[in-house]
């Protein structure tokens, strides 16, 4: 698996790749991986000769009072278990690479970013379209995917790709589960056990 951390880098690897007529896959990540971003890469696996993973802590989707400072950055635990499933080129910049001289242009989502997660997380889905939309700029994937789990995400993703006309194909898979039913998430190591235990309120209730 190569390693990427400049946009330069990336792009040159990527140039050859493309001349050689590869379909690239990208499977955009904020790294803290468990078994439901590898099950991206599988999906991605099978419909693509190149799978490219992103691992980018992105800060504009983060409120002020959030958590991406103290955000798990696992970096070679993450690089290893992304080898070990297959990915072909792991692209993991800093913030200072992929916003350096930023002067502000964002995309701006529709009415849908004012419910549901976006209703309490203001500018959020914001930052997260205006990231994917750099890292598609920046991979060129023929698709991407994306968990169920964030569907909202999703949702948001799908809209931008249409409106904006972006060549890129949105794969979606089935959220993966823990033994308790709880969904995998990075941010589930923040539960305390009896917080995890009230979690499970949510799959059961869904069920
Ligand atoms: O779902 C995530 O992990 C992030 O929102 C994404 C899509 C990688 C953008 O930073």
């Known amino acids: 698996m190569e390693r990427i951390t400049t ?14 007529g590869k379909r690239i896959a990208l499977v955009p990540t904020m790294g803290a991986l468990h078994e439901g971003h590898l099950s991206l890469v599988d999906a991605a696996r099978q419909r693509a000769d190149l799978v490219v993973m992103s691992v980018f802590v992105n800060s504009l989707q983060f409120g002020l009072q ?20 297959g990915v072909d080129l ?8 992929m916003y350096r001289g930023d002067t502000g242009v964002r995309v701006m989502p529709g009415r849908m970013a004012t419910v549901w997660e976006g209703a309490i997380r ?20 023929s698709v991407a995917w994306f968990g169920q789990k964030d ?7 799908r809209a931008m790709v249409h409106d904006l006309n972006m060549p890129v194909e ?4 089935p959220i993966v589960r823990d033994q308790d039913g709880l969904a995998l998430s990075s941010r589930n190591a923040y539960l305390s056990a009896e917080q995890r235990a009230a979690a499970t309120a949510i799959p ?3 069920g």
């Open 122 to 141: 203001p500018g959020h889905f914001e930052g997260v379209l205006t990231v994917v939309a750099k890292l598609f700029h920046l991979v060129g994937p």
């Open 151 to 157: 569907i909202q995400q999703v949702i948001m993703i």
């Open 66 to 85: 959030e958590d991406w400072g103290t955000y798990p950055r696992p970096r070679e635990h993450d690089a290893a278990l992304a080898a070990g499933r």
């Open 90 to 97: 792991l692209f993991a910049p800093e913030d200072e690479e």
């Open 170 to 173: 949105i794969g979606v898979a």
């Open 204 to 206: 059961r209730a869904l």
């Open 7 to 20: 946009i330069a880098a990336l792009r040159s690897s990527l140039a050859v790749a493309r001349r050689g």
